[in-house]
């Protein structure tokens, strides 16, 4: 059984498993095993549920990094018994018994708030439900300012759509009580209040670094201090 913790990124909204693809390729060049599941974006227990069955199923240690809406994710299913650390990514970091529009509300709003599309999908056996993608004309001043225009208009094109009911959920579990936890802040953040981000980090004692000026989709615009952050959780655990 390897000894070397197995990262697992787990996306947020707005996004997919290739938002993480060069950390990826920095993290492999340096030997630590990862994958990145997709996150199937249909509320925060079913999710988690879904992240903690695939962290439970590898062999040896996981680090689970959790991006945006991943991080809420990751801090209720980072109580998987092989989970030895949390790292996030211009992240929510829930308490237990927290929602995402509850600890949102106690910050500013951010631009991504009032550039949401509404839509609706099936459910079997009930009324269609709400989801909601980020305005595509709106999508890089609030996703990704910091990453060139001919990538973000495709990022805006392929994005995933997020359950609304996501963010009335509360989060089961806090896993950050008893795992050790790093953040990252992504200074210049129009998707999630950075000061949201910085809150969360210190309440659950992670070890954070922030960059300035960093957009919300710092995993492609910075992907070597994303990967050294991981990297560090990595080496603290492993």
Known sequence: ???????????GAFADAASWSAVIEELQSHGIP???????????ASDAAYVASVAAQIDGPVVLVGHSYGGALITVAGTTENVVGLVYVAAYALEEGESLGELQGRFPLSPLVSNLKQWTYPVPGGEPAVEVTIAQDAFPSVFAADVPAEVTKVLAAAQRPLAAAAFEETASAAAWRTKPSWALVAGADNAINPEVE?????????????????????????????????????RATG
Not at 1 to 11: C, I, R
Request: net charge positive; no cysteine.
């Open 198 to 234: 910085r809150f969360g980090a210190k309440r659950a004692g992670a070890t954070t670094v922030e960059i300035e000026g960093a957009s919300h989709a710092v995993a492609v615009s910075q992907p070597k201090a994303v990967a050294e952050l991981i990297r560090d959780a990595v």
């Open 1 to 11: 059984m390897s000894t070397t913790p197995t990262v697992v990124l787990v996306h």
């Open 34 to 44: 990862v994958i990145a599941p997709p996150n199937p974006l249909r509320g925060l």
